[in-house]
């Protein structure tokens, strides 16, 4: 793995742990951020050897409490235009990585850091976490997904409410709203998190990115297409020695030993 500035990447196993590391600003997103985050995410989808991410963020405070509004004031109309699509090509390419891609929201997940989190497979938070988008109060709006990947994860209302009066909700909220899945003690937020990973990486790989592939390109098409596509995806599994393993192991009552093929 290249060395990131304002990243920290660890790998353990099959597991790569990302943490925007800018604690002073308390991980706010800048653009040198953004482009560390796509070359870091490029080389963690190369690598066959990482087979789900965990994002967080650096120190004890926050997620990461937005786009850095020092660089974002300085916008105009056409460099903002750009930035924003920026930030979004970026956040779709996480969401389509093709592995889990878990949000450990250790604190402020605002603005930016929010649809950062809403572009992760699923979300998780410790007990002290704050979500929100608060760009109304800036004069601007989201502008890296989040008024359209917000309204498909809670509902258009409740995400026009976040969105329109740009308050912030603490994880039981969040939790109880469906953002995040679950609430955690802070100093377990990331063994916790783990022991979810752990879950999936026990499972077939293959069945597991397909799930992956076919749950998010169903989104984007009519519910027929999706079943079929669903449908095509069964098939294709039925083909894999991963499939025989499965259900000869459930069937001998013994765990399963995949071998992703
Ligand atoms: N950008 C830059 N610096 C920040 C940010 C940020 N988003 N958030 C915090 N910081 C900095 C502070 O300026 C401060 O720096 P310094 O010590 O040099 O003054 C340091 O981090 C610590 O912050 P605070 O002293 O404010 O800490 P508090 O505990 O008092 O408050 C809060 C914490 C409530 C999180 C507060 O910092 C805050 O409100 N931050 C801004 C949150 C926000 O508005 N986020 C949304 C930003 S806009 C956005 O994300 C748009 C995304 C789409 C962009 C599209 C591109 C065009």
Redesign the pocket.
């Known amino acids: 793995m290249a060395t990131y500035e304002n990243l920290l990447v660890a790998k353990d196993g099959a597991v790569a742990t990302v943490t925007v590391n800018r604690e ?3 991980n ?3 653009a040198a951020t953004l482009r560390e985050l796509r070359a870091c995410f490029g080389e963690l989808q190369a690598d066959d050897a990482v087979r789900a991410v965990i994002v967080t963020g650096a120190g004890p ?2 997620f990461v ?8 004031k300085e ?1 105009t109309p056409l460099s ?2 750009h ?2 699509r920026v ?1 979004q090509e970026l956040f779709s390419f996480i969401e389509r990585l093709g592995k889990p891609v878990v949000a450990a929201i250790n604190g ?1 997940c ?4 929010l ?1 950062l989190a809403s572009a992760c497979t699923f979300r998780v938070a410790a007990k002290n976490a ?1 979500l929100g ?3 109304v ?2 004069g ?1 709006i ?3 997904g ?1 008024t359209q990947r917000l309204p498909r994860l809670v509902g258009i209302g409740r995400a026009m409410e976040l969105i329109l009066t740009g308050e912030s909700i603490g994880a039981d909220e969040a939790c109880r709203i469906g953002l995040v899945n679950h609430v955690f003690e802070p100093a377990e937020l990331m063994a916790k998190t783990r022991e979810i990973v752990d879950k999936i990486l026990a499972r077939g790989p293959v069945a597991v990115r397909f799930a992956l592939e076919v749950g998010y390109r169903g989104m984007d098409m009519p519910l027929d297409e999706g079943l079929n596509a669903e449908s095509n995806l069964f098939g294709l599994l039925c083909t894999t020695e991963d499939m025989r393993e499965g259900m000869a192991a459930f069937l001998e009552k013994r765990p399963a030993q995949f071998k992703g093929k």
Do not use: H, T
């Open positions: 002073k600003a308390l706010a997103l800048n405070k926050a409490a937005g786009a850095d509004i020092r660089e974002l916008n903002a235009k930035i924003a930030g402020f605002l603005g930016g850091g649809e704050q988008l608060p760009e109060k800036l601007v989201p502008g890296y989040g």
